[in-house]
Structures are given as structure tokens and as C-alpha cells.
């Protein structure tokens, strides 16, 4: 999340009504209740049900960290340091090394397992959605604190998204979070491009009744400012400094920016006058506990009218600075020193009230961002979206605990912000004050699980997560006073990262389970419902189903179809595997014999090849057995055959067949317990549908392939009730 200052000309970064709301959307129909499903990650861990977790939860919200840059700043690659140190593990100590990008060109820390994709493809955009909304995620929160809002990128995400709430699916919400101290041509932008002419208002996220916007409301006023600087002038006791001024509109605001010297003792007070340093005053604060080099704001309620001004430095305490030039850099007024005039300007900051500003301060619900990983809140309606361990809690102005942050990493160094690159930094193995040096510890997620425990003692209504799918860090050669020869800031490598999108290799899709985990853990989930059983007759009629209780519900729409260039302008991704789209599953059962069934949008495709309509079963409630845990699968050399699994790996072997009917979009099957290895019938049984999902026979098909139902790991569980 880097940025260019253009106040200190040099590359840095973050991680140190006239118009009426439009009415909110009704939410979508097709609720897949993907809050009862069950998985078991790759690495054992289970995603936790109710009752383990509370019940449902509506006043808790989660919203995660979203980046629409990916592919705007493409200089070249992708550059992908995880490859670069593997073909030279010394390659940190040579800047000039051909393996790297330019200086500040982006660099991937790794390889989603999407691949290097961009921003605007469409079937990632559709994944994203999916996976997100069936973690529980509400709203995706962008970052433009670049000064940039992409645009055409979040256009595109919308009208992907939008086209999947039409179809009935679920998806998060969104809002963005703007530059930290200069928040005004963002807001303006995006109020003028999204919001004014209501593009896509089901998709807002709203707080408090209004669309959310993190940016700090006093800033979001047009402004011009003369920041040129050469040297701070000291203010001695009873030499005050002054900088003449005049305006052709109203003005909101007046600041001045000042040094202390690395020192926070320093106090001054500010006092706005007309008509110059003898006019009659319209405004004055003191200002104490300065920070070095922050610019000090001057409040003007009501707003003064155009006109000629003069501020004036005054009283200082300790040691402060008033930035200056000595060369005259600003046209409309002049410096002073001691009520006379002198020689160049200084530095002074004006924002300005107008129409456009008043609507926009009606339309949102804004919340000032605090960009620092250690301070805290310093006002309310503050929110955080990164913190160190143990993270503050961020109140509203009624003083309820509103929201806290919890990050997969932190770019901080000793107490200080530093770059994922120093020795040090706080990576995804970062917890009780140290890096777990173990060597998988990577993928166990120990930063974030201290974060997430510290959150859910606090349980404030807003958990921010950083972050999803950032992916990608500029090149520099020095951060924050640290000089080396290669430094990535915000990212670096594997363990020095934030993402929690899958991955190619390393971790996987570790941490999306663990985020799941959590989310549940905060926001509650669904009972599973109990099946409701009926005798059934396989004969493809379907009419015996309609009594079976639950209805098992998938995404509409998600098989995989996908073309798309990446970020190498000479790669396509392109998978069109997608075929059958599963939306529905039932079960029922009697003593002797399961019964199965499946519709699809569409008719479904006749038998072909080995990945037609496939149902995997976990026979045994182990998921340390089978394949993924499965330990039976059906329809995958023809339709009815059942095999057996062998040996824990993708191998099966032949155990007989079974009754199978399909006709227009349904199918039903029916298993006798035995085939199951049962004597009886299961308590329980988990299982899961799948189309033309495979390919290489692990985890990834079903997220990269086909159509499974439910999606990705997970799995449906037919909880039957004690007889």
C-alpha cells in the first residue's frame, strides 16, 4: 500500500443532503447457508459449527482489506521475489541484479493460485466473490490511499458482482478507505464517479444508515496548499511569525505545517486575523504536544468569507519550527517575522467550503482512518486498519466499542515502523514477541491468531482484516531512515506478507480456513438442520424429494469459465471447465439404503469421460482417512459405479454399482449402508458433489475447476437425528 508524498517529493508508506442515499437493495434470495457447511484444512484443523460457536450474530460485521491495483503499475515481470531469492539466495545484496524489477516497479512476494492475474479478470473477480461471502465477509473495504481509485478496476468488480446478486447469490458489500491526511480529491472523486450517479447502491456498504467511507471528515474539503519548504524558522518568545494570505472563497480551514526536532513537547498557538497582523482575529487555537513536521489546523466555524488574512505563529513552547522557503514560492501573500514582511513564504495549507463538499459531508458515514500500527485512537469515530499486538480498541462518539483491526503481518521493527524486508519485522510466524523459528511455522497463521483472540476478548460490532489479495510491493533502497541495498516495504516473501487469498505452493489455502474459522467465531453460524427423511424411489420422477428436508444449496453461476491476459501481457489464463452448474442437494436415508440427489441449473450433460457429476462421501466421519478425507466416490468411471478409496491417495478401486437416474436437470441415486461399509445407518455423513473438477488430482481442482458443490473444501454434513 505504498504512495508518493508529493508534499516530500519521495516515495513512502502507509503501513507507518443535496443528494439522498438510494434505498438499499434487497438482499439476495439465494441464501446457500454456507455458514453450516464443514471442512478440515490441509492441515487438519476443522472449521468450527454451532454449537461450538454462537448462534448468528446480525449486530457483528467483518470487513476485509481488498487491493483493485493489481495490473495498473505494471513496469515489466511479474517479478516474483519468492523465485528471485530461489535462483539466487543472495540476490538482497545486489540492487543491480538483472533478476530484479526497476527500482520501485511492483514485485509479487508470491504466486496467487489464481496466478499473476489482474485486477479486472472476471472469473477471479466471481472466485473472490464466492470465497469471501461463503467466509462471512460483509464488506470489502478498497484501498485508494494512493491518490488513485481505479476506477475502471472497482468498475469492473462491480459489474461482476452485480450481474451474481441478479443470479440470487450472496456477495460482500463495499467501501473504500482513503488517504490518510489528504483524503479530499479521493472522496471527491469517488463521489462524483460512484456515488452521485448511483452506480451499483446494492453493493454500498452502509453504517449508521449511510454509506461507510473511511476518511477523516474534517479533510475532505477542496484545498490548495503552498507546501514548498526549505528550512523550519524557529518561533523565539515574542517574535512571532505570520503569513499573509488572500482567498476568492470561503474558507473552512487554515494550517500551517511545523517541526519540533524529533521532539513532541512543543507548543504554539495559531491566530487567524483579517486584513493582516493588526486585523481583528477570527480564530485561535493553542496547540500542545506537537508532532515533528504535522500540520496544525485552524477551524473556522462559521466559515470565513473571501477576503485577505494573515496567520500568525505565536507563544511557542519548547523547540518549534514554522516550515518556510526563503525564495517567494506563493503569489497570493507574503512571510512575516515580527508583524513586518520578509523575504519568501511559508508553508500554509487552505480548504475551502463549497456546495459539492456540504453534500458529500451529508451523504457518508465517515470514520478517520489511523494510519499508525502503535498509537491508538486519538479522536472518536477513528478506525484502525493495521495494528501491533495487542490492538486498541476503536470507540464511536458515544463511547461504544466500535472497531478493531486484526492483520495476518505487520511491517514493524522494534517499536518502530520498518519494511517486511529488515530482520525483525512482524511476519506471519510473529507472536508473543517473537518470530516461531519452526520450520512450517509459516503456515500455522500465529500472528494472526493472537490478534483474532485479543479481538474476540474485546468484541467490538466492526473486526477490519488485513487483507485478502495485496499481493504485490514496490522496490526501494530506503524506508523510514534504514538504508539497504533492496527493501520491500509493505510485503517481502512468504512469511513476510498479508494475504490471505490462496496461494500457489507454500501455504495454500491454509489461512482461508482459519479465517473462516474466526469470522464464525465472532459472527455465529446456523444449526445444521437435521434431515428430514422420506422413502425414495429411484426412477427419475423427483416427485419423492420434495418432502426431503434440508435443501443443500451452491453458488448459481460458478462453474469456471475464464480468459483472461495476465500480467505478463504474453500469458492468458483460460479454463473453460465449467459445465454442469450444481445449485441444489438433498439426502434421505432409511435402514437399509441412502438416497442422493442433485440439480443443476441446466439440464444435465450426458456421462462422459471420469469427472461427470461426481459425489464424494466421507463414509467413516474421519477426515484423516480417504482422499481429502473422502472414502468413497460415485459416477467416476460411469454413472452409477461406486469405488472405494486406496491408501489415503487419489486411487480407487471398483466395490459395485448403484441405482442412478437422471432426466432434465436432476439426478438421483440410491446407496445401499453396506456398499458404505455400514451396518447401519450414519449418525452423520459429509459429502460433496463435483463436476468436471479434476486435473491434477488435489486440494486446487476444486477451487480451479468444474463446479463442486458446496465450493472449494467444503463439504455438505446430512445430520441425521437419533431415532
Known amino acids: 500500500m505504498q504512495f508518493f508524498d508529493r508534499s516530500r517529493k519521495s516515495f513512502t508508506s502507509l503501513a507507518a443532503g443535496l443528494f439522498l442515499a438510494a434505498p438499499v437493495a434487497a438482499q439476495p434470495d439465494w441464501d446457500n447457508y454456507s455458514d453450516t457447511w464443514v471442512a478440515t484444512d490441509a492441515l487438519g484443523r476443522t472449521v468450527p459449527t454451532y454449537p461450538a460457536v454462537p448462534a448468528p450474530r446480525a449486530d457483528r460485521t467483518v470487513g476485509i482489506f481488498y487491493f483493485l491495483w493489481l495490473g495498473e503499475h505494471i513496469q515489466g515481470g511479474p517479478f516474483d521475489v519468492r523465485k528471485i531469492l530461489a535462483a539466487d539466495p543472495q540476490a538482497m545484496q545486489k540492487p543491480d541484479s538483472p533478476l530484479w524489477g526497476p527500482l520501485h ?19 477471479v473477480l466471481r472466485k473472490h466473490a464466492q470465497m469471501l ?84 471528515p474534517e479533510l475532505v474539503f ?36 511545523f517541526a519540533t526536532w524529533h521532539t513532541s513537547t512543543g507548543a504554539v498557538t495559531l491566530t487567524l486575523r483579517s486584513n493582516g497582523p493588526a486585523g481583528p482575529v477570527v480564530a485561535t487555537e493553542r496547540f500542545q ?11 473556522l466555524q462559521p466559515p470565513a468569507p473571501a477576503g485577505t488574512y494573515f496567520l500568525e505563529a505565536s507563544e511557542p513552547q519548547g523547540h518549534i519550527g514554522w516550515w518556510s522557503h526563503p525564495e517567494d514560492k506563493f503569489s497570493r501573500g507574503s512571510a512575516f517575522a515580527d508583524g513586518a514582511a520578509v523575504a519568501g513564504d ?52 458515544a463511547g461504544q466499542k466500535e472497531q478493531m483491526s486484526v492483520g495476518i503481518a505487520q511491517n514493524a521493527v522494534n517499536g518502530r515502523l520498518g519494511s517486511m524486508s529488515e530482520p525483525g519485522a512482524h511476519g506471519r510466524s510473529f507472536h508473543a514477541g517473537a518470530t516461531d523459528t519452526r520450520p512450517d511455522a509459516v503456515r500455522l497463521g500465529l500472528n494472526v491468531t493472537e490478534q483474532w483472540a485479543r479481538a474476540l476478548q474485546e468484541d467490538p460490532r466492526f473486526i477490519f482484516v488485513t487483507g485478502w489479495n495485496e499481493w504485490i510491493m514496490g522496490r526501494f533502497a530506503e524506508f523510514n531512515g534504514i538504508k539497504l541495498p533492496v527493501m520491500f516495504v509493505d510485503q517481502f516473501d512468504q512469511e513476510h506478507s498479508r494475504d490471505i487469498e490462496p496461494m500457489r505452493g507454500g501455504h495454500g489455502d491454509d489461512y482461508y480456513y482459519q479465517f473462516v474459522s474466526y469470522v464464525r467465531k465472532f459472527k455465529g453460524a446456523r444449526p445444521l438442520p437435521p434431515v428430514q427423511s422420506r422413502p425414495i424411489t429411484v426412477d427419475g420422477r423427483f416427485d419423492d424429494w420434495r418432502a426431503v428436508q434440508p435443501e443443500f444449496r451452491d453458488t448459481v453461476g460458478d462453474p469456471v469459465h475464464r480468459g483472461h491476459r495476465g500480467w505478463d501481457a504474453k500469458v492468458t489464463y483460460r479454463n473453460e471447465t465449467g459445465r454442469n452448474d450444481i445449485v441444489a442437494a438433498k439426502f434421505s436415508s432409511d435402514r437399509e439404503t441412502a438416497w442422493f440427489y442433485v440439480r443443476t441449473r441446466d439440464p444435465i450433460t450426458a456421462p462422459q469421460g471420469t469427472n461427470w457429476m461426481l459425489l464424494f462421501l466421507d463414509a467413516d466421519a474421519n477426515p484423516k482417512t480417504g482422499w481429502l478425507g473422502y472414502d468413497v466416490v460415485v459416477n467416476r468411471t460411469a454413472a452409477g459405479s461406486l469405488e472405494t478409496n486406496v491408501a489415503n491417495r487419489f486411487a480407487w478401486s471398483s466395490a459395485g454399482s448403484v441405482s442412478c437416474r437422471v432426466a432434465g436437470n436432476e439426478l438421483e441415486l440410491a446407496i445401499p449402508w453396506k456398499l458404505l461399509g455400514l451396518q447401519s445407518p450414519a449418525a452423520r455423513l459429509d459429502f460433496k458433489w463435483a463436476d468436471n473438477c479434476l486435473a491434477a488430482d488435489d486440494w486446487t481442482d476444486f477451487t480451479l475447476n468444474g463446479d463442486t458443490a458446496p465450493n472449494d473444501r467444503f463439504n455438505y454434513r446430512a445430520h441425521q437425528p437419533a431415532p
Open 105 to 123: 516497479a511492483p514485485h509479487h512476494w508470491g504466486e496467487s493460485l489464481f496466478g499473476y492475474y489482474l485486477t479486472n479478470d472476471e472469473g
Open 133 to 216: 461471502s461463503d467466509a462471512g465477509v460483509d464488506v470489502v473495504i478498497f484501498d485508494v490511499t494512493n491518490q488513485i481509485t481505479y476506477r475502471d478496476w472497482y468498475r469492473a468488480l462491480l459489474r461482476v458482482w452485480a450481474d451474481m446478486r441478479r443470479q440470487g447469490n450472496r456477495t460482500p458489500q463495499v467501501a473504500f478507505l482513503t488517504p490518510f491526511w489528504s483524503p479530499s480529491k479521493v472522496v471527491h472523486e469517488l463521489w462524483r464517479d460512484l456515488y452521485q450517479p448511483e452506480l451499483h447502491p446494492e453493493l454500498w456498504f452502509r453504517w449508521e444508515g449511510k454509506p461507510l467511507i473511511l476518511a477523516d
Open 222 to 257: 477542496v484545498s490548495e496548499e503552498n507546501a514548498h519548504q526549505d528550512a523550519p524558522a524557529e518561533i523565539q518568545s515574542g517574535h512571532p511569525l505570520g503569513q499573509s494570505f488572500t482567498t476568492d472563497r470561503a474558507l473552512q480551514t487554515v494550517s500551517a505545517r
Open 289 to 299: 504536544n506537537v508532532r515533528d513536521n504535522s500540520w496544525l489546523r485552524l477551524k
Open 346 to 397: 511559508r508553508t500554509l495549507r487552505l480548504a475551502f467550503t463549497d456546495a459539492e463538499t456540504e453534500a458529500l459531508l451529508r451523504f457518508f458515514t465517515f470514520r478517520a482512518p489511523q494510519p499508525d500500527y502503535f498509537k491508538g485512537p486519538t479522536k472518536s469515530n477513528m478506525w484502525s486498519w493495521l495494528e501491533v499486538y495487542p490492538q486498541h480498541v476503536f470507540t464511536n462518539a
